[in-house]
Nanobody, 126 residues
Framework: QMQLVESGGGLVQPGGSLRLSCLVS??????????IGWYRQAPGKEREGISC????????FHKVSLKDRIAISRDNAKKTVYLQINNLEPGDTAVYYC?????????????????WGEGTLVTVSS
């Protein structure tokens, strides 16, 4: 059974950067068959999708308001997907979740996903 484990969160000062990682395990087929996305949920707000990458990494999606500050990448051999966030702002404080879904069902912006990690907390504060 597929499992996702996020890491890399923590306390960061405004203007700093973080790279979050999502390690995928329990996959019997190639990870190429899964789109991977990142969502976040800020305190008191709904979970929102912020980035998505296709099975082989050839296509990516970013939330428009974040596209200049984030980058998503994947290393299928390492079964890991990364989210780089630059110039962090207090408004980026949230729990960041990794999610995976079959490329046959996932949308370009990573909806219709099948598996979720438990999240990693990012706190942006001076």
């Amino acid at each position: 059974q597929m499992q996702l484990v996020e890491s890399g969160g923590g306390l960061v000062q405004p203007g700093g950067s973080l790279r979050l990682s999502c390690l995928v395990s329990g996959v019997t087929s190639d990870l190429d068959y899964y789109a991977i996305g990142w969502y976040r949920q800020a305190p008191g707000k709904e979970r929102e999708g912020i980035s998505c990458i296709s099975g082989r990494g050839g296509a990516t999606f970013h939330k428009v308001s974040l596209k200049d500050r984030i980058a998503i990448s994947r290393d299928n051999a390492k079964k890991t997907v990364y989210l780089q966030i630059n110039n962090l702002e207090p408004g980026d404080t949230a729990v960041y979740y990794c999610t995976a879904g079959s490329i046959l069902r996932a949308t370009q912006d990573c909806r219709n996903m099948d598996v979720w990690g438990e999240g990693t907390l990012v706190t942006v504060s001076s």
